[in-house]
């Protein structure tokens, strides 16, 4: 394989900067929460909503970015996602109460939607064959660090700083990217004939947000209220109508033809428990670890690591073998450890002891998530046919952060509306739950790549 170009190291560079910012923020604001409550107020609440709030735009547009790039080009879209994504951060940063938070918050999630698809492409567009595998091994790798030092990161600048510089980590990155991007001088790329399904982006939008709404703010107005019930049916509506578009629009966001798939419907759905699970578990591992157990941030971010340590000696082997031996069984196995490992958390008590009560419930975890992980996306990724790879790869990941955003917003709805040992024991159950089932779905739906072509 020949070595890369300037200008092709110069991209991936590019494209792993722009992604990092938005993996960091995502492992940054868990253990920055306990802070944030005590400077701004709001409890539970507030916190479930710093947390959704950019998961919502997220979650809702980071489908309509691919279709954005393809209107405006790769650069101009990546571009504007690192300066939204920068002044926001500034923003909240600066935020004088708790709905301010909230609403850049959201506006950030808009920026981060921008970043990772128009990263891929970018990579897509400037490698081929080989060389474009490795390009999206290396960028997988570097991004994959953010988890490793964003809590720890995060838990330093808490303890020793401020909870606002947490989000000023970003402002260094973004600020080299936009000149690496300069230095690149690479003409954009435009597809004509491209457009954009605006209809389906307000209708996801509204569809997730009205559901968020009504789940978490249950806990402050009850289900009774016009505000609950009324947001709620508004939301389940707006997704009902979602999905006619996405079934009748010319170029969708969602292309329903994908789900038609086995292994593509089957993994999306496992996706759904697996990473609702995650999402929920790992925020409140984070509040209890401090506000319950009395942890700093700092510890409560190095509580992780051991995890992260595990996923990252391990997935490149575990990937090895789950192409030799095919997904499913990993895709059982992986989330079925990570059920066993949840309900270990059922033995912390009042005299905590993270050494005895935590550290095997995270080792196990760390152990069940390197299993499931490669797997996962080989399983989705490699049902569907190469040329449409990417819009695959843009739905799953998009899963993914939905049903972080529900699983989150499932928080005060399980805990009744305290996060007490009671809940945290509460939250341990049902996620161990949400595991086992992502772990029958594998089974169940999950097919080798063998018994596809049997069956084909």
Not at 259 to 265: Q, T
Request: hydrophobic share 55%; net charge positive; aromatic share 8%.
């Amino acid at each position: 394989m020949p070595p890369p170009s300037r200008a092709q190291r110069l991209v991936l560079l590019i494209a792993i900067l722009a992604s990092f910012v938005s993996f960091l923020d995502g492992t940054v604001v868990n253990v920055a929460l306990p802070a944030i409550q005590r400077e701004l107020g709001g409890g539970l609440i507030t916190q479930q909503w710093v947390v959704d709030a950019y998961l919502i735009t997220l979650g809702a547009l980071i489908l309509v970015a691919g279709s954005l790039s393809d209107v405006f080009g790769r650069i101009v879209i990546l571009r504007v996602g690192l300066i939204g994504f920068g002044l926001t951060s500034i923003a909240i940063a600066a935020a004088p109460d708790p709905l301010f938070l909230v609403i850049a918050r959201g506006l950030q999630g808009i920026a981060g939607a921008l970043l990772v698809p128009s990263s891929l492409a970018l990579i897509t567009s400037n490698f081929r064959g080989p060389a474009q595998a490795r390009a999206i091994g290396i960028w997988t790798a570097s991004t994959t660090a953010a988890m490793l030092v964003g809590p720890v990161m995060g838990g330093l600048f808490v303890d020793y700083l401020s909870w606002r510089f947490v989000f000023l980590i970003n402002v260094v990155p973004i600020a080299v990217t936009l000149w690496l991007l300069v230095v690149l001088r690479q003409r954009d790329v435009r597809q004509p004939g491209a457009t954009i399904d605006w209809a389906g982006a307000v209708l996801c939008t509204v569809g997730l947000g009205g559901t968020v709404f009504a789940l978490i703010e249950q806990q402050n107005l009850g289900w009774s209220n016009p505000a609950i019930w009324g947001t709620l049916t508004l939301g389940i509506l707006a997704l009902i109508g979602f999905v006619v578009r996405q079934a009748t629009a010319t170029q969708p966001m969602l292309p329903l033809s994908l789900f038609k798939v086995r292994n593509f419907w089957s993994g999306n759905i496992a996706t759904i428990f697996i990473y609702g699970a995650l999402s929920l578990n790992g925020l409140v591992v984070a509040l209890y670890l401090q506000q319950g157990a009395g942890l700093s941030a700092t510890l409560a971010g190095l509580a992780s690591l051991p995890t992260t340590l595990i996923m990252m000696a391990l997935s490149s082997p575990i990937g090895t073998l789950s192409g030799k031996w095919g997904p499913r069984l990993f895709m059982t196995v992986g989330p079925a450890i990570m059920a066993v490992g949840y309900l270990l958390l059922l033995t912390v008590t009042p005299e905590f002891n993270y050494w005895t009560q935590v550290l095997p419930s995270v080792v196990l975890t760390g152990f069940g998530l390197v299993i499931t992980v490669a797997p996962l996306t080989s399983a989705i990724l490699g049902s569907i046919e190469p040329a449409r790879s990417g819009i695959a790869s843009a739905v799953n990941n998009a899963v993914a952060r939905v049903a972080g955003l529900i699983g989150v917003a499932l928080l005060g709805v399980v805990v009744g509306g305290v996060l007490d040992l009671e809940g945290f024991h509460r939250i341990a159950i049902f996620t161990a739950a949400l595991m086992a089932a992502g772990a029958l779905v594998s089974l169940l739906g999950i097919r080798n790549s063998a018994v596809l072509e049997s069956e084909g």
